[in-house]
C-alpha cells in the first residue's frame, strides 16, 4: 500500500461518519452523471438500440456537419443565445437589487412578510406555474386583459412568437427573484457592521455606504455567481420552455435543449441528438472556463 492510500484509509477511519453522509450525494452523481458519459460515443455513430454501443456503425462526425448544415442549428442557436442574454441582463442584477432593499427594510415584520411571499413562486411545481402562465396569458386571461387595456396587444399572447421572450423573462423573474436574493442576503450579513459605522461617523449616508462597503463586500458572491451563470447559458431552462412553448412558437422559443429533447425522444434519432447535447456541453466548458480565467486575471476572485 503506498503512502496516499495510507492517508485516505486513515482519513476514512477517523471520518467516517461524514464519508456516509456524503455518500448519496457521490452515489447520485455517479450514476446520473458520470456513468452516462460513456454514451457519448453514440455522437459518433449511427446508433441502433438492437445492436446496441458496440455494434452500431461509426459515422463520425456525421451527425455534427448535419446539424451545423441545417437551418434549425441558426434558429436554436439564435433562441438560445438571445433567451439567456436577457435571462442574464433581467434576472440576474434583479436579486442583487432586491436583496440590496431588503436589506434596508428596518421593521422586521414587514420584511419576512414581503420575503415569504417572494420565495413562494420558486417552491411551486413548475407544471403549476406553467399552467398558471398559459391561463394569465391566454385570450381572456388576466394579464392579457390587463396588457390589452393599457394599449398592448391582445388575444392569446402565449400563442405570438414576438411576445414569447418577454413573457419568459419576466414569469422566470416573478418566479425566481425571491429565491435567488438569499446567498446575497447571507452575504450582506456577513459584512463588518463597524464599516458601516465608521461611514456614517464620516458623513456617508445609505447610498455611499451602499457603494463603497455593501457592494464590495458581496462582490466575490457576485462574480462566482455570475461565472457559473454564463457556464449555464446555453441550458435556458429547459423546463420552462419545454412547458411554454408550442409549434406556433418555435420561432423565438425553440432553443439547442428542446431541439435535442424533440429528435431524441420524440423522433428516436439518438445520435443525432447526443450530437448536439454534446456540442452544447463543450461550448458551455468554453464559456465557463473563459469566464473564470476573465474574472481571474482582472479580480481576485475566481472558481478555480
Not at 32 to 56: D, K, L, T
Not at 237 to 258: C, G, H, K, Q, W
Given at each position: 500500500?503506498?503512502?496516499?492510500?495510507?492517508?485516505?484509509k486513515?482519513?476514512?477511519?477517523?471520518?467516517?461518519?461524514?464519508?456516509?453522509?456524503v455518500s448519496p450525494?457521490?452515489i447520485?452523481?455517479?450514476i446520473?452523471?458520470?456513468?452516462?458519459?460513456?454514451?457519448i460515443?453514440?455522437?459518433?455513430?449511427?446508433?441502433?438500440?438492437?445492436?446496441?454501443?458496440?455494434?452500431?456503425?461509426?459515422?463520425?462526425?456525421?451527425?455534427?456537419t448535419?446539424?451545423?448544415?441545417s437551418f434549425?442549428?441558426?434558429r436554436?442557436m439564435?433562441n438560445?443565445?438571445?433567451?439567456?442574454?436577457?435571462?442574464l441582463?433581467?434576472?440576474f442584477?434583479a436579486?442583487?437589487?432586491f436583496a440590496?432593499?431588503m436589506?434596508?427594510?428596518?421593521?422586521l415584520?414587514?420584511?419576512r412578510?414581503i420575503?415569504?411571499i417572494?420565495?413562494m413562486?420558486?417552491?411551486?411545481?413548475?407544471?403549476v406555474?406553467?399552467g398558471?402562465i398559459m391561463?394569465?396569458?391566454?385570450?381572456?386571461?388576466a394579464?392579457t386583459l390587463?396588457?390589452?387595456?393599457?394599449?398592448?396587444?391582445s388575444?392569446?399572447?402565449?400563442?405570438?412568437?414576438r411576445?414569447?421572450r418577454?413573457?419568459?423573462v419576466?414569469?422566470?423573474l416573478?418566479?425566481t427573484?425571491?429565491f435567488?436574493s438569499?446567498?446575497?442576503?447571507?452575504a450582506?450579513?456577513?459584512?463588518?457592521?463597524?464599516?458601516?459605522?465608521?461611514?456614517?461617523?464620516?458623513?456617508?449616508?445609505?447610498?455611499?455606504?451602499?457603494?463603497?462597503?455593501?457592494?464590495?463586500g458581496?462582490?466575490?458572491t457576485?462574480?462566482?455567481?455570475?461565472i457559473?451563470?454564463?457556464?449555464q447559458?446555453?441550458?435556458?431552462?429547459?423546463?420552462?420552455?419545454?412547458l411554454l412553448?408550442?409549434?406556433?412558437?418555435?420561432?423565438?422559443a425553440?432553443v439547442i435543449s428542446?431541439?435535442?429533447?424533440?429528435?431524441?425522444l420524440l423522433?428516436?434519432?439518438f445520435?443525432?441528438?447526443?450530437?448536439?447535447?454534446?456540442?452544447n456541453s463543450i461550448?458551455?466548458?468554453?464559456?465557463?472556463?473563459?469566464?473564470?480565467f476573465a474574472?481571474?486575471?482582472?479580480t481576485?476572485?475566481?472558481?478555480?
Amino acid at each position: 500500500m503506498s503512502k496516499r492510500d495510507g492517508k485516505i484509509k486513515k482519513d476514512f477511519k477517523a471520518h467516517w461518519p461524514l464519508y456516509l453522509i456524503v455518500s448519496p450525494v457521490i452515489i447520485y452523481f455517479l450514476i446520473f452523471n458520470y456513468a452516462p458519459m460513456g454514451g457519448i460515443v453514440m455522437a459518433f455513430q449511427n446508433y441502433n438500440i438492437r445492436a446496441g454501443i458496440r455494434g452500431s456503425e461509426f459515422v463520425g462526425l456525421r451527425h455534427f456537419t448535419e446539424f451545423f448544415g441545417s437551418f434549425q442549428f441558426q434558429r436554436v442557436m439564435r433562441n438560445t443565445f438571445l433567451l439567456s442574454f436577457y435571462d442574464l441582463l433581467v434576472n440576474f442584477p434583479a436579486p442583487i437589487i432586491f436583496a440590496l432593499l431588503m436589506n434596508e427594510l428596518r421593521h422586521l415584520r414587514f420584511k419576512r412578510v414581503i420575503q415569504t411571499i417572494s420565495y413562494m413562486p420558486f417552491f411551486i411545481s413548475m407544471v403549476v406555474i406553467a399552467g398558471l402562465i398559459m391561463d394569465f396569458f391566454s385570450s381572456s386571461g388576466a394579464m392579457t386583459l390587463l396588457i390589452s387595456r393599457l394599449g398592448g396587444p391582445s388575444g392569446n399572447l402565449m400563442g405570438q412568437a414576438r411576445l414569447f421572450r418577454p413573457i419568459f423573462v419576466g414569469t422566470n423573474l416573478w418566479q425566481t427573484i425571491g429565491f435567488s436574493s438569499i446567498i446575497y442576503m447571507a452575504a450582506l450579513a456577513g459584512i463588518d457592521q463597524e464599516q458601516y459605522e465608521a461611514a456614517t461617523i464620516d458623513g456617508a449616508g445609505r447610498l455611499k455606504q451602499t457603494w463603497y462597503i455593501t457592494l464590495p463586500g458581496i462582490a466575490p458572491t457576485i462574480i462566482i455567481l455570475l461565472i457559473l451563470r454564463i457556464g449555464q447559458l446555453l441550458t435556458v431552462n429547459f423546463e420552462r420552455v419545454l412547458l411554454l412553448y408550442s409549434p406556433a412558437t418555435y420561432e423565438t422559443a425553440d432553443v439547442i435543449s428542446t431541439f435535442v429533447f424533440r429528435r431524441g425522444l420524440l423522433d428516436f434519432d439518438f445520435s443525432f441528438a447526443t450530437a448536439v447535447g454534446l456540442f452544447n456541453s463543450i461550448v458551455a466548458l468554453t464559456l465557463i472556463l473563459t469566464a473564470n480565467f476573465a474574472a481571474r486575471k482582472t479580480t481576485e476572485t475566481s472558481l478555480f
